[in-house]
């Protein structure tokens, strides 16, 4: 089947304005980017994508709402974009609402998004990385600096082209060493810092899925899908701070602070609280698991959740800045397992 040109899409999309740009383009066997740049010329510009340019801008727009999302998960903060650091490799936002991890070399393409919203004119700064799938967007609120857009706009476009895409990266699999199991355990009981975990595990030859389906207690525990569930209702009844991450290949988002509202919806399960949400496909949590990780400061504890084709889709921790930990612990601990880890 052929694929769909910019006309075509706008026609659809006419046809089909309320749906969610996500839903719109799979329906139709498109990237979001192709959707977004369909309407270059008609509310839609190409910006500068580099987030040592864009991120300064976002920073003066104010208060936001920053959105980064993967397959399965969408992770919604309001905040500025304060104490922005760069780097080669990777770049932080480490605003006290605003928390994000940036690997600049997906921040491909770039768009300034206006368009018709039910309280008036919506505007949006979104970012998809080279097969243009979304990596963040920045959402302005009635309460951002709207009379800074003209500006925004003036310093950051760049010359419309013909959208150029690249084939989608697969999601890795877990790569695992069982025979390394032993090696791997004993490094991971020297670790000083979480921070090390990723390079520990490539060192032996594996990846995080793969790392955590040998490692085997008390390393690691196989939990019950649910207990995702549960540590959000818990982590809301007991007033335990956590810190919950979601990312993809281009961007990780961080909330640091309690979560109130908990709210089921169908399959989704939902974070709605004044300053974040969070959209949780419950149904895609295939694997989750209980982690342990020693530091310099005391034993860390995690839950984190995998989807069928082995992608993370979020991580929560207990929140450790000036907190006692033993709420967030005790918490962890009484999670539900499962009583074996698939081969």
């Not at 768009?111 to 302005?140: C, I, N, T």
């Not at 699999?173 to 595990?201: E, I, N, Y």
Request: some cysteine; glycine content about 6%.
């Amino acid at each position: 089947m052929a694929r769909l040109g910019p006309d075509a899409i706008c026609a659809l999309r006419t046809e089909n304005p309320k749906a969610r740009a996500r839903d719109f383009a799979a329906l139709h066997q498109i990237t979001e980017a192709e959707l977004v740049a369909a309407f270059v010329g008609q509310g839609t510009t190409p910006i500068v994508a580099d987030p040592d340019r864009l991120i300064l801008w976002v920073g003066r727009l104010g208060d936001v709402m920053a959105l980064t999302r993967n397959e399965h998960c969408v992770h919604e903060r309001r905040g500025t974009y304060s104490d922005y650091r760069t780097g080669a490799f990777a770049s932080m936002v480490l605003d006290p609402e605003i928390d994000l991890r940036i690997f600049p070399k997906h921040w491909v393409h770039a768009f300034a998004v206006e368009e018709p919203g039910e309280e008036g004119r919506k505007r949006s700064l979104q970012v998809f990385d080279a097969a243009g799938d979304a990596v963040h967007k920045v959402h302005l609120k009635p309460e951002s600096r709207h009379d800074l857009w003209a500006d925004l706009l003036g310093n950051m476009r760049i010359a419309a082209q013909p959208l150029s895409l690249s084939p989608r990266s697969p999601v890795q699999p877990a790569k695992s060493d069982p025979a390394g199991a032993s090696d791997l355990r004993a490094a991971w009981d020297k670790m000083t810092d979480t921070h090390q975990f990723l390079g520990l595990v490539k060192d032996h030859g594996m990846n995080r899925l793969g790392a955590y389906r040998v490692a085997g207690a008390p390393y690691v525990d196989r939990l019950a899908p649910e207990a995702v569930t549960q540590t959000l209702r818990q982590a809301a009844e007991n007033a335990v701070p956590v810190m919950i991450f979601v990312g993809n290949a281009g961007c990780i988002q961080i909330h640091a602070g309690p979560v109130e509202k908990i709210v089921p919806m169908g399959p989704w399960i939902n974070v709605m609280d004044p300053r974040f949400n969070l959209h949780l496909r419950a149904d895609r949590l295939a694997e989750v698991y209980r982690v342990w990780k020693p530091t310099r400061t005391g034993d860390v504890f995690s839950v984190e959740a995998f989807a069928p084709d082995g992608e993370l889709i979020l991580q929560i921790f207990g929140y450790r800045k000036n907190t006692p930990v033993e709420p967030w612990n005790a918490l962890v601990a009484g999670l539900p397992q499962l009583d074996r880890v698939p081969a």
